[in-house]
Structure formats: C-alpha cells, structure tokens
C-alpha cells in the first residue's frame, strides 16, 4: 500500500508499482468504441501508461496534452492514457482538445487494472479512482520506469519518463 496525498491530506492505494525491471501485468480495458484492449496488443511497441484520476480535472488534461505534444516525437511508441472516466468522456476531451497522438483506454468496467498496479485510491474522497502515475515500458512489457505522483494535484515528472524513451 502506498502513501499519497490529495492537497496534503494522506490517502492510501490499494499496493505498489511494479516493480523496474519486471513484466508489467496484461489488463483488459476498453477503448472509445467500447472494444476490448489489452497490453498484449501493444506488444512490439515501448508504451507509456499515463494513469490519472479523471480527465474532467485541470492537471489530468494538462498531463494527456503534454503527452500528447512528445508522443508526437517518440518512434516506436504508444501513450495510453488510462482512468476510471467513461470511454466517452475520454474521446469527447481529447476530440475538443485535438488530440490525437495518445490512447485513451477506460478502466470503467472492473477497475481491474488499478488494483492489479496498486493504483485504486483505498480511501478518501477519492476512493474508487486511480492514482496520478507514470509507467514506461520497453517493446516487451517490461518495466523501465515508474512514478507514483505523491501529491494527487501535482503533474508528474514528464521529463524523466520521455528521457528513458529517447
């Protein structure tokens, strides 16, 4: 269980990153039209997961614009934007904002993925939703770099992620 805070009050997750170094677990979440994705489908590809509580707050637009703007940049790789938001609330911002170089995947159905990267928030006003973090995997799944955000309304370090992928 990890310690975070939200506007410096302490929450708790429900575990730990995985860990660098090891295979990162598949997951099944859905995309805009309500298919199914999986890691396994990125395979091939260095992925980052962008993991944020819902996309309707500032610093949760700020990050998927910012992942945006660099993912432009990156050969070989996938920016998948991951939260508990309905898919179409994620298609619907990154439509007004034109974005167009992330993936949006919703964990809206079983919140399965949070749990399984110590992700869901255990406790507090935010109970259910996952945690702000960064995880950037090679083409093989493994594990290059994790951040777990410790404050819930601070952007994560964009600069030490991108610069594993360069």
Known sequence: MASITLKGNTIHTSGNLPEVGQNAPDFEMVNADLSTAKLSDYKG????????????????????????????????????????????AQDRFCGAEGLENVINHSDFKTGE???NYG?????????GLHSRAVIVLDENGTVLYTEQVPEIVQEPDYSAALEILS
């Open 45 to 88: 590809n260095r992925v980052v997961l962008n993991v944020f509580p819902s996309i309707d707050t500032g610093i949760c637009a700020a990050s998927v614009r910012a992942f945006n703007k660099e993912a432009s940049n990156l050969s070989n790789t996938k920016v998948l934007c991951i939260s508990r938001d309905l898919p179409f």
């Open 113 to 115: 993925f949070g749990k």
């Open 119 to 127: 992700l869901e928030i255990v406790d507090g006003p935010l109970q």
